[in-house]
């Protein structure tokens, strides 16, 4: 059974940064993809970013270019390093995984993993 704990959230102001991090234990986690989901009050939960095992990465339109995902397999941790935010991501951020990935599933769609955080919250003041 995968544990996943994200950490790193907080309250910025537009035009921030944050880093956000995810420990994951208890299995192989880190084995199959990874990914950042978000979700804002009163919307659908939003993939933002992914990662595959061999650090193939896919990202939401919303936010290339200003966010970053990246992995440690040795530290069994999963990094997003968020820049130039807007009021716009704010919302609960959510650490995904999915030890036993396909290549065909759709990289930021929430169906495709079956291992969940708890989430942390990042709110983008403006």
């Known amino acids: 059974q995968v544990q996943l704990v994200e950490s790193g959230g907080g309250s910025v102001q537009a035009g921030g940064a944050l880093i956000l991090t995810c420990a994951a234990s208890?299995?192989?986690?880190?084995?199959?993809?990874m990914a950042w989901f978000r979700q804002a009050p009163g919307k659908q939960r939003e993939g933002v970013a992914s990662?595959?095992?061999?650090?193939?990465?896919t990202y939401a339109d919303s936010v290339k270019g200003r966010f970053t995902i990246s992995r440690d397999n040795g530290k069994n941790t999963l990094y997003l390093q968020m820049t130039s935010l807007k009021p716009d991501d704010t919302a609960m951020y959510y650490c995904?995984?999915?030890?036993?990935?396909?290549?065909?599933?759709?990289?930021?769609?929430?169906?495709?993993?079956?291992?969940w955080g708890q989430g942390t919250q990042v709110t983008v003041s403006s």
């Open positions: 990662i595959t095992r061999i650090d193939s990465t």
């Open positions: 995904a995984a999915n030890p036993n990935w396909r290549d065909y599933w759709d990289p930021l769609g929430a169906g495709s993993y079956n291992y």
């Open positions: 208890g299995g192989t986690g880190s084995s199959g993809s």
